[in-house]
């Protein structure tokens, strides 16, 4: 897996009393812990971590000294010593999320159990000038940590969701096609730089797969694929119980996937692509064209949010226009959807993203069926559709889940880098 970005050291711990992260054995048992519902105690936690008593208690010390942690009480468990339960401490680590979507820009702060305290939504500024709007953002966030009254040495990051595509190295956005004039924003250090805090960058659709992941949402499913439908449309990858993010932090740019191939024209020189065929803009477009939707109307616009549930409240109220449109569009996406399917084998596919409410009702219905009839692995084993369990609008949240799986995540590759010797 490609590590997440983040800011340079001289920046990480600037602003917290956090203790470093990074440390592949106190995240085992980190993660450990906080997979554990009821806790687990320190015995439990050297059997299940495969570490030394001593090791696990040193740890444990640290953590809590760090208030990360916290004693839960006492267990019996046949003859001897009660054992002490360790559970996380909801109030010992917070992480803010930014969601970037063309249409909203979205804002969570949320604690280290996954509880969302404050949340705010707001148009994408595409107005002003990239950099300005970015720096409008950070401070968007030290008022939200402000008004929520926690304590800004406990905020152990910014998690970053944006269109991609993205330069994960660098921390920038290279021309996301909904975006005009954002070209290679450097999101990552303007953000670092106005807020003081550690920043984690990643595209929308893989933040989206992180929180499924994180959440323990998946249902035991250990390979994944998460659709992401917002002003555009995505794929987030989830492959032996790992987000996949490939060799640029690029995986799931499934636009120019053909869903029909007498469709319209794309820019990419085919025909019929997602692209033009399935974007939430594409299917408002055609409702105008065929009277579903009134033309727009200058003095009053309307957002895409609001375009799409318009359509599918005429198809819901019984509109037989609007419900083919709607109808196409699942169609089209089964056969996208299909073609992953099919590649990496995955057991599920969830939809999610801030347009998928509007849009769940007919994919529910169609996109099963249509997909049993086009797997090749169907004698094999069915895969499982389903709408994201978490709030489909809370694309911030996913972004705070990775700064979550930065502190919680065993990384191998730090495994590897604590077992070099050091240098003399």
């Known amino acids: ?22 440390d592949f054995n106190q995240a085992v048992i980190l993660d450990s812990i906080r997979r554990a519902e009821e806790g687990l105690s320190r015995v439990e936690l050297s059997g299940s971590a495969g570490l030394a008593a001593q090791t696990v208690s ?35 680590m ?38 300005e709007a970015v720096a409008a953002m950070g401070r968007e966030i030290l008022a939200i940590i402000e008004r929520s009254g926690v304590d800004r040495h406990r905020i152990a990051g910014v998690g970053v969701a944006t269109p991609g595509p993205i330069d994960a190295a660098n921390g920038t956005v290279v021309d ?22 550690p920043v984690v960058m990643d595209k929308d659709v893989t933040a989206a797969a992180v929180a499924e992941l994180w959440t323990g949402s998946t249902g035991g499913a250990a390979n994944l694929i998460y659709v992401y439908i917002g002003t555009g449309i995505g794929a987030g990858l989830i492959l032996g119980d790992e987000v996949v993010r490939g060799s640029s932090g690029n995986v799931g740019e499934i636009g120019h996937i053909i869903t029909d191939p007498y469709g319209p024209d794309c820019d990419c020189g085919s025909r019929g692509c997602v692209k033009v065929t399935c974007m939430p803009e594409t299917l408002v477009a055609e409702a105008r064209e065929l009277g579903v939707l009134p033309a727009p109307d200058p003095g009053n616009p309307s957002t ?60 529910l219905a169609q996109v099963p069926g249509l997909l049993r009839q086009r797997s090749v692995t169907g004698n094999v084993h069915a895969v499982d559709i389903a709408g994201t ?31 070099k010797p050091a240098s003399g």
């Open 58 to 92: 040193n740890i444990c010390r640290r953590l809590l000294d760090a208030e990360l942690i916290v004693e839960a009480g006492k267990e019996a468990s046949g003859p001897g010593k009660p054992r002490t339960i360790l559970r996380l401490n909801p109030k010992g």
């Open 304 to 363: 895409l949010p609001q375009d799409v549930t318009a359509l599918a409240d005429a198809a819901a109220d019984g509109n037989v226009a609007a419900a083919d449109i709607l109808a196409r569009s699942a169609h089209r996406m089964a056969g996208a959807v299909s073609v992953l399917t099919n590649l990496l084998d995955v057991e599920k596919v969830v939809f999610g993203g801030p347009l998928w409410p509007a849009l769940s009702a007919t994919y």
């Open 94 to 131: 917070f992480a803010v999320g930014v969601h970037i979507d063309p249409a909203l820009t979205s804002f969570a702060l949320v604690d280290a159990v996954g509880t969302v305290l404050e949340s705010l939504e707001q148009p994408t500024d595409l107005a002003s000038p990239p950099d």
């Open 1 to 22: 897996m490609l590590g997440v970005p983040e800011v340079g050291v001289s920046q990480r711990h600037r602003g917290t009393n956090l203790p470093k992260m990074g």
């Open 389 to 419: 369990r978490l709030h489909p609008g809370g694309g911030a949240f996913g972004a705070a889940c990775l700064v979550m799986e930065k502190t919680f995540s065993p990384n191998a590759a730090q495994l590897l880098l604590d077992a």
């Open 176 to 197: 996301p096609p909904h975006m005009p004039g954002w070209l290679r924003v450097p999101l990552r250090s303007i953000l670092a730089e106005v807020t003081g805090l």
